[in-house]
Every structure is written in C-alpha cells, then in structure tokens.
C-alpha cells in the first residue's frame, strides 16, 4: 500500500485477531501461580528481538553478557508468524547443552511466552515486552489501554506486513538514542506480518517459569502502565528503568544485570 494514510497497528491486529479466530482480549484476572526462585547458574542466555527489528537489538548487551562467562545466542526472527517465530526460538535452544534462559524484547515476549515451555528452559526475561496468557496475543494485550503514540505510525503493505514510519522511529521507538542510531534503526527494520502480532498463545510458560520484567517507563510503543501490569500479573521480578522502547539499546548495563541475575549469576 504505497502512499496510503496511516492506520493505527491495532486496527489492523484486530483484524488479523478475527481472521486467525482469536479470543479473550482482556487480561485473566487469576493465574497459577508462577515459580519465583532464581535458576542457579545458567550459562545459555539466548535474546529474542521484537517486531520491526533483528538480532542487532541486542549488540550492547551480547558483550557485557560475554564478558560474564554468558554463551549468549541472539535468534533472526522471520516475523511472518508467532508460530514461525517461536518455532525458530526451540531451534534454538534444542541446539544449546544445558539449561536456557529466554529474553524477549517487545513482540519477543509473546514469542518466549510461547517458547518457553521447553524442559531446558529455566527462566523468562521481559524487556519492555508483551507477556501474553493462554489463548492471547500481543495485539489483544495492545488494545486494553490507550494507543500509545507509536500506533500512528505503523503503515501496511498489500500482503499484511507492517512497517513503522521514519517518524515513528525516532520520536516513539527510540527517542532516546542518538541520531545516528535512530538512521540505522530506520533501515534496518524488519516488516513485521500482523500474524505474528496476532497469534495466540496456546499454553504460557510464565505460569511454570520464574520471570523478571523491565519496565520501560518512558515507552511510547507499549503503554508503560501496561507493560507494569503484565509484569504483576505474571509475578516477575521487576525492574522500571527510565527508557524508549529500546532500553537494551539506550540502556545496555541496566538490562545486562537484570539478565545476569536471572542467570543466577548475581
């Protein structure tokens, strides 16, 4: 769709949630209870970058993990669907020897939430990331508050992948990184199909995984308020740190060490 007017992201999850037969937009008001021990020692950290990026997300955090003796993967999401995507996370971790600790960033939460059932998986880490339940979405979760500013600039393509705006990248995705950053986000981005936003979790593994959250409180992506809600629903360990939506990127150190002690390792 060349040219076309801007259509709010959730407009088009919506319809992408009643084409894949979607249920329960609102938040299950009484979960198990999640396990809340720190896994001792985990040595395999593998990162999941969200929507409308790559693996790159995470280039400040991969050697500040490194340097702590962390074997750190960071997967190349297809972004064509959540199924596609998570499938590509237990490649992942099915390739790795010993216990794994999952860490998505925005849409990646939904992708490690899906994922991280996997026996090998010994803990979850949220980045300013969607935590969905059983039978939501990423998109389902975006529509129980107000749309945050970032949903104006999300531009549609004729085969339903998505793409944010120049705006949208430098004044709602990531307005607290430097200009050049800002360019190289830009045109890197990855389209993002509305399938993947839109898949529903079958089982969440943040009901059996102990979980850690950073909230992002300066995110104009995923409404913050939001995003402290997920991280109490699902008993996380939490951390607010005054961010973009980008907080690995504009914040490395402060994500690192939330990482870190997930891995046992503080």
């Known amino acids: 769709m060349k040219n076309g007017p801007k259509i709010s992201w959730y407009s088009l999850i919506a319809t992408a949630l009643i084409s894949l037969s979607s249920a329960s937009l609102a938040m299950n008001s009484s979960p198990a209870e999640a396990a809340t021990a720190a896994p001792s020692q985990v040595k395999n950290v593998i990162l999941v970058h969200g929507a409308w990026a790559d693996g790159s997300s995470w280039s400040k ?3 500040l993990l490194n340097a702590k003796g962390l ?19 237990k490649r992942a971790v099915a390739l790795e020897d010993g216990p794994v600790l999952l860490v998505g960033h925005s849409y990646g939460g939904a992708v490690i939430t899906e994922a991280g059932n996997d026996p090998k998986v010994s803990g979850l880490v949220y980045v300013a990331a969607f935590a969905p339940d059983d039978g939501q979405s990423a998109g389902s979760l975006g529509v129980t508050m107000a749309p945050p500013p970032l949903a104006a600039e999300v531009k549609p393509d004729s085969e339903g992948f998505l793409k944010l705006t120049k705006a949208g990248i430098y004044e709602s995705f990531a307005q607290d990184l430097s200009a050049s950053e800002k360019a190289i986000l830009y045109a890197v981005q990855a389209p993002t199909n509305a399938k993947s936003l839109g898949g529903n979790i079958s089982s969440a593994a943040w009901h059996s995984k102990p979980s850690w959250y950073i909230v992002a409180s300066k995110d104009r992506a995923i409404q913050p308020d939001l995003e402290a809600s997920m991280a109490s629903k699902i008993h996380a360990t939490t951390t607010t740190v005054a961010s973009s939506h980008v907080p690995m990127l504009s914040h490395p150190d402060a994500v690192a060490a939330v990482i870190e002690h997930a891995a046992g390792l503080k």
Do not use: F, G, K, W
């Not at 074997?71 to 996370?89: E, F, G, I, M, W």
């Open 61 to 63: 955090v991969i050697p």
């Open 71 to 89: 074997n750190v993967v960071a997967v190349q999401l297809p972004l064509t669907s959540l199924a596609d995507d998570a499938a590509t996370v």
